[in-house]
């Protein structure tokens, strides 16, 4: 950066990490903890770094997070993108009281406003119980034009479907009525359309959640993911240490009961770099 402006050269950005508690992780140094990737990262490299804040950490994130807002400028101010956390274990919002500026006004980045109190009263007893909860993430961007994406290899949906499965704890990821789309009929599926007054089509639902055939159609992109509990529990658990032998752990430290919640400036990122990348290969290609 140079005067307010790029050179062109890659920009670098660096958070360092000066709140650890590597002291918090010495009773697991000899074991594997149920629901981590302690056991896959050490039969893959054969060794593996147990203090916390590594790759697998999630606090690999906050480099997202800042490398999207990177992205939101290359964007520009006519794409907009918002998410917020639309369910926490089994309760959902009520889709009737969504209100998208209600996610910067409560803790669980929650658009409906009475669900957030109630999930604070369920949080705060799975906290007190030393146990964990997830979740499931909307992301939605409005502004993106018709025609970005391609029909096989860089598929929009495609594309943000693997960038949002590489954030920490992601398990699912879903686009537009995803899973839910397998219940419906044809005709229920079908995002119908009408000849709009600027001479393109006005969609009459958006099942598709603003992509077909891998490409945009104008409307908002709407996806979901789910966030798996948090594998730190205060509750033991069965596992193994490093020599094969039995063994109960639970995992001591600072960790959050909803890890889904940190999730929702992750999912914006996400979304944010993915469109960027395709605001250029659509450039590229298209002009």
């Given at each position: 950066m140079f005067e307010g402006k790029t050179t062109g050269t890659p920009i670098q950005l660096m958070i360092e990490n000066t709140d650890q508690r590597s002291k918090d992780y010495g009773d697991i140094a000899q074991s594997f903890r149920p629901g981590h990737a302690d056991y896959t990262y050490m039969s893959k490299y054969g060794i593996r770094d147990?203090?916390?804040?590594?790759?697998?950490?999630?606090?690999?994130?906050?480099?997202?997070?800042?490398?999207?807002?990177?992205?939101?400028?290359?964007?520009?101010?006519?794409?907009?993108?918002?998410a917020g956390m639309v369910q926490m274990g089994s309760h959902k919002i009520d889709r009737d009281r969504l209100d998208w500026a209600?996610?910067?006004?409560?803790?669980?980045?929650?658009?409906?406003?009475?669900?957030?109190?109630?999930?604070?009263?369920?949080?705060?007893?799975?906290?007190?119980?030393?146990?964990?909860?997830?979740?499931?993430?909307?992301?939605?961007?409005t502004g993106v034009p018709a025609g970005w994406g391609a029909p096989i290899y860089s598929k929009l949906d495609g594309d943000l479907a693997v960038a949002m499965m590489t954030i920490n704890a992601v398990k699912g990821v879903e686009i537009g009525n995803g899973?839910?789309?397998?219940?419906?009929?044809?005709?229920?599926?079908?995002?119908?359309?009408?000849?709009?007054?600027?001479?393109?089509?006005?969609?009459?639902?958006?099942?598709?959640?603003g992509i077909l055939g891998g490409i945009s159609t104008g409307q908002p992109i709407v996806a979901r993911f789910a966030v798996k509990p948090t594998s730190s529990i205060l509750t033991p658990r069965k596992s193994v240490t490093l020599e094969g032998e039995n063994i109960d752990i639970l995992t001591k430290g600072r960790h959050d009961p909803c890890v889904g919640i940190r999730a929702v400036p992750i999912a914006e990122a996400m979304m944010a770099a993915v469109l960027a990348d395709h605001l250029m290969l659509h450039r590229a290609q298209c002009g």
């Open positions: 147990y203090r916390g804040g590594g790759r697998s950490s999630a606090r690999e994130t906050a480099a997202r997070v800042a490398a999207g807002a990177v992205a939101r400028k290359i964007l520009g101010d006519t794409i907009k993108i918002t209600e996610t910067r006004k409560n803790p669980f980045f929650c658009p409906d406003a009475q669900t957030a109190e109630e999930w604070a009263t369920e949080l705060d007893a799975i906290r007190k119980a030393g146990s964990s909860i997830g979740a499931v993430i909307e992301v939605q961007a899973f839910d789309a397998a219940s419906l009929s044809g005709e229920e599926n079908a995002d119908e359309m009408r000849a709009g007054p600027d001479g393109k089509p006005d969609f009459l639902s958006n099942h598709a959640g």
